[in-house]
């Protein structure tokens, strides 16, 4: 009976846990997933054949009977004329010809789910590529040497990265070219590492601006707000918590009060006086109006008060200064808090959107990744597979951050939770 209960209790454990890791699962099969089907259903690859290869022995698996493999090859040649492909229900038509009776829903269905019109760019040769599709040999060679080189093409969009023999910067193709061919081309592949190299490397949301600028702006202004959100509430949470001078208990008690006014309430008047000094499109206009955190210098308050005065004073009779106080009792003892505000600081600036996009204009080279992650997704297009890409790389400094400072981050967490 106990051991049910523990089995249970672990497979209860299990659901919740898949329950709650379920947005992170699927923001990271996305983000491999090739582009433009981020946004569907589909999470095993497709094996789909083109029909310009069909036998007589893979229909009749399906239940549509050939009697002449040479009549179908003929029907097929005939059918890929002119390099264009026939529309589902000329295929349709022609096998009904050949089997000398109209194929049934089942055998359509099948049909369907096994075979594309279209052609496989990852199996045509060279050959193949110049005879069904408009082009000329030495290009259709050009693609069989990339794709032995580089491996199979995610898409048919992929032919653009194909350069000329003569200039290596030069591209064999134009977008025109790709996109006509489009129509004539598939690929069954679902999944792939490219948007990661795309999303930082390729994509350029403006000129000369590229994902790993932004990533650059981002960690700038996270780790510069939380340096100086550590700094300024560590002063403040000192004097706060060890000095006496007139009107603290009533500055305390008005900075305290301030935490009761929403945040969005600062941003109409910090915007007036960024604007009014000069600051849009800077580092300073995304750091500074961020790293006056009353929460930061309650938790310092707070952890410091719980520092034995008599340190402090035996400290004073050996002679030590204030700034020797900080070096060899208040950061030593303050470590875990320290790692804790750092981190949430840091967390609460690395996906901060509003204020970022407010104080860069859409040209700004100080943009941030949530701001250009947000170009990712149009009015009525949206690239989810970049866009889950680009999630995934914003995900890893949180997540190595958090690793390296855990011991500290949950003892400044559970500081005080437990009496002795």
């Known amino acids: 009976m106990k051991f049910l209960k523990v089995f249970l209790f672990y497979i209860a454990l299990i659901i919740l846990v898949i329950i709650f890791s379920t947005p992170l699962i699927w923001m990271i099969t996305t983000s491999l997933k090739v582009s433009g089907t981020g946004d569907k259903h589909i999470y095993f690859p497709q094996k ?59 055998q359509i269905k099948a049909l369907k789910s096994k075979y594309s019109n279209r052609f496989d760019i990852n199996k045509l040769n060279s050959n193949q590529f110049h005879k069904l599709l408009p082009m000329t040999l030495k290009d259709a060679i050009s693609i069989e040497i990339y794709r032995s080189k580089n491996g199979n093409f995610d898409l048919p969009e992929d032919l653009i990265k194909i350069t000329s023999h003569q ?104 915007y007036a006086i960024i604007s009014r000094i000069g600051g849009i499109n800077t580092y300073s206009a995304m750091i500074i109006p961020h790293c006056a955190s009353i929460f930061g210098l309650y938790l310092m308050r707070q952890y410091i008060e719980e520092i034995p005065h008599s340190l402090f004073e035996a400290a004073y009779m050996d002679g030590a200064r204030e700034i020797d106080l900080f070096s060899i009792i208040i950061i030593p003892l303050t470590k875990p808090i320290i790692a804790t505000l750092f981190l949430m600081t840091f967390l609460s600036q690395w996906s901060n959107f509003l204020w970022q996009l407010i104080v860069n204009t859409s040209d700004s080279p100080y943009s941030t990744l949530p701001v250009i992650l947000g170009s990712f997704k149009g009015q009525y297009v949206s690239d989810w597979t970049l866009l889950m890409a680009g999630s995934s790389v914003m995900l890893i400094p949180i997540v190595l951050l958090f690793l390296m400072a855990q011991k500290h981050f949950v003892a400044g967490m559970t500081a005080g939770a437990v009496k002795e």
């Open 167 to 270: 200039h290596s910067q030069q591209k064999r193709f134009t977008r025109l070219q790709v996109s006509s061919w489009k129509k004539l081309l598939f690929s069954n592949t679902l999944y792939t590492t490219g948007n990661f190299n795309k999303v930082l490397f390729e994509f350029e949301p403006r000129d000369n601006f590229t994902l790993v600028d932004a990533f650059i702006n981002s960690t700038i202004v996270a780790v510069g707000t939380a340096l100086l959100t550590v700094i300024i509430s560590l002063l403040g949470g000192y004097v706060f918590a060890k000095k006496t001078f007139y009107g603290k208990d009533l500055l305390w008690a008005i900075f305290w009060s301030s935490m009761l006014i929403p945040g969005m309430m600062f941003i109409v008047p910090q």
């Open 48 to 106: 789909l054949l083109s029909f310009y290869d069909a036998k007589q022995a893979d229909l009749q698996k399906i239940n549509i009977l050939i009697h002449s493999n040479e009549a179908l090859q003929q029907s097929i040649q005939s059918l890929y004329k002119n390099q264009s492909v026939p529309s589902i229900n000329k295929i349709v038509t022609t096998l009904s010809t050949l089997t000398k009776k109209p194929l049934n829903n089942k």
